[in-house]
């Protein structure tokens, strides 16, 4: 069994931070990659960030200079640090983990519940 647990998440003002937090448990043999998405009202969930074993980034447009991912592998943890936040970024975040369990050797895709991030004045 694993468990992805989402944490950060909350209300601030347009230019103001959060750190979400991701911590993957269970019977994990290693992780390959994490992401965070986002999935407003009425929209299709979207990629925002992910970062691979070897400590590779990939950002969306949408937020290029003003989100930071990052991870501690020895905690199976992934981080998404906002900066500069718009009202647009409104929406629940959800973080993903590709990850090999130790009874198996495929790849599996694996979802947090999400954390409702809301940005308003």
């Known amino acids: 069994q694993v468990q992805l647990v989402e944490s950060g998440g909350g209300l601030v003002q347009p230019g103001g931070s959060l750190r979400l937090s991701c911590a993957a448990s269970?019977?994990?043999?290693?992780?390959?990659?994490m992401g965070w998405y986002r999935q407003a009202p009425g929209k299709q969930r979207e990629l925002v960030a992910a970062?691979?074993?070897?400590?590779?980034?990939n950002y969306a447009d949408f937020v290029k200079g003003r989100f930071t991912i990052s991870r501690d592998t020895p905690k199976n943890t992934v981080y998404l640090q906002m900066d500069s936040l718009k009202p647009e970024d409104t929406a629940v975040y959800y973080c993903?983990?590709?990850?090999?369990?130790?009874?198996?050797?495929?790849?599996?895709?694996?979802w947090g519940q999400g954390t409702q991030v809301t940005v308003s004045s």
């Open positions: 993903n983990a590709h990850l090999q369990l130790r009874s198996s050797p495929l790849t599996y895709s694996y």
């Open positions: 269970g019977s994990i043999s290693s992780i390959s990659r």
């Open positions: 970062i691979t074993n070897d400590n590779s980034t």
